[in-house]
Nanobody, 120 residues
Framework: VQLQASGGGLVQAGDSLRLSCAASGRTFSVGWFRQAPGKEREFVAAISWSGAGTYYTDSVKGRFTISRDNAKNTVYLQMNSLKPEDTAVYYC?????????????????WGQGTQVTVSS
């Protein structure tokens, strides 16, 4: 499975962006991670195959929404009320598992990343 992340850009604080993660084939669990300069990669959000289960890191709860369209093999991350601290390269990842969605080593496939920059 190949993953293609897109939708990043340069925005101002308070703006919104929608990231997309398009897969070349069927995926199961999909997560979004981000990595800011000088920092470790961190979990942002994840969604189960059915979409019934969604999971978020505390710092994005209430602002970000993850969703999926299995007919299009695409997962979305709607990011609202963006803050400068959201600036990072965002990666999507996929794997055939359930549980512990925040652990990068659970994922088998990774996209190339898309840059999100939020100015104050």
């Amino acid at each position: 499975v190949q993953l293609q992340a897109s939708g990043g850009g340069l925005v101002q604080a308070g703006d919104s962006l929608r990231l997309s993660c398009a897969a070349s084939g069927r995926t199961f669990s999909v997560g979004w991670f981000r990595q800011a300069p000088g920092k470790e990669r961190e979990f942002v959000a994840a969604i189960s195959w059915s979409g019934a289960g969604t999971y978020y890191t505390d710092s994005v709860k209430g602002r970000f929404t993850i969703s999926r369209d299995n007919a299009k093999n695409t997962v979305y991350l709607q990011m609202n009320s963006l803050k400068p601290e959201d600036t990072a390269v965002y990666y999507c990842a996929a794997g055939y598992f359930s549980g512990n969605y925040n652990l990068p080593n659970r994922y088998d496939y990774w996209g190339q990343g898309t840059q999100v920059t939020v100015s104050s």
